[in-house]
C-alpha cells in the first residue's frame, strides 16, 4: 500500500524556493551551506521545473519561477521582496555567513550575541530569499527573556 505521506517526510514543512536561475540557486547553496543535491527534473529550455536538495539533511525544494504563476507566489527579485526568512542552525554562525556572502550573498545584519542565547547574522542570497543563521551559544529561560526585553523596551 502507499503512504500518503512520503518516508522521512512526515510532520515536516518543506520551503520550496521559486527563484530565477533555480540551476544557479543549486550552485550557490552548495557552496554556500553544502547543500547536497537530490535530483532535479529539466524543462525544455534549461530551465528546471522541480528540484530537492538537502541542507544539513532537511529537504527543500526549488523551480525556477514561470512568469505565469498561479496567485501571488513568484521569486522575490520579481516580487521585490519576501514574506519569509529562512531559519538555520549552524556549528558556526560567523564562518557560516562568511562563507555565504563570498559564495554572493549580500550581508544584512553581521552576527552578533542575541538576548535569547543565540548568536545570529542575516544575508540575502543571490535570489532574493533571506536567511538567518543561528548558532546556540548560551541557555537563557523564558523568564530571563522577558526581563531582557524589558530592558531594551524604551519607556
Known amino acids: 500500500m502507499t503512504s500518503p505521506v512520503p518516508d522521512g517526510l512526515e ?4 520551503p520550496y524556493l521559486m527563484v530565477d536561475g533555480a540551476s544557479a540557486a543549486i550552485e550557490f547553496y552548495t557552496e554556500a551551506f553544502d547543500a547536497e543535491e537530490v535530483y532535479r527534473l529539466g ?4 530551465q528546471i521545473g522541480h528540484a530537492e536538495i538537502t541542507i ?7 523551480a525556477d519561477a514561470p ?7 513568484g521569486n522575490p527579485n ?3 521582496g519576501t514574506s519569509v526568512v529562512l531559519t538555520q542552525y549552524v556549528d558556526d554562525v560567523d ?11 549580500e550581508l544584512l545584519r553581521e552576527p552578533t550575541d542575541q538576548f535569547y542565547g543565540d ?3 542575516v544575508i540575502e542570497d543571490p535570489f532574493g ?3 538567518s543563521l543561528h548558532t546556540h551559544i548560551r541557555d537563557v529561560s523564558p523568564e530571563q527573556m522577558v526581563e531582557a526585553m524589558a530592558e531594551m523596551t524604551p519607556d
Do not use: C, F
Open 67 to 73: 512568469d505565469d504563476m498561479a496567485g501571488n507566489a
Open 11 to 14: 510532520g515536516r514543512v518543506i
Open 119 to 121: 548568536r545570529m547574522g
Open 78 to 80: 520579481k516580487l521585490r
Open 43 to 46: 524543462m525544455p529550455g534549461g
Open 129 to 131: 530569499h533571506q536567511w
Open 56 to 62: 544539513n539533511g532537511a529537504p527543500v525544494y526549488l
Open 95 to 105: 564562518s557560516t555567513v562568511e562563507k555565504a556572502v563570498a559564495a554572493g550573498a
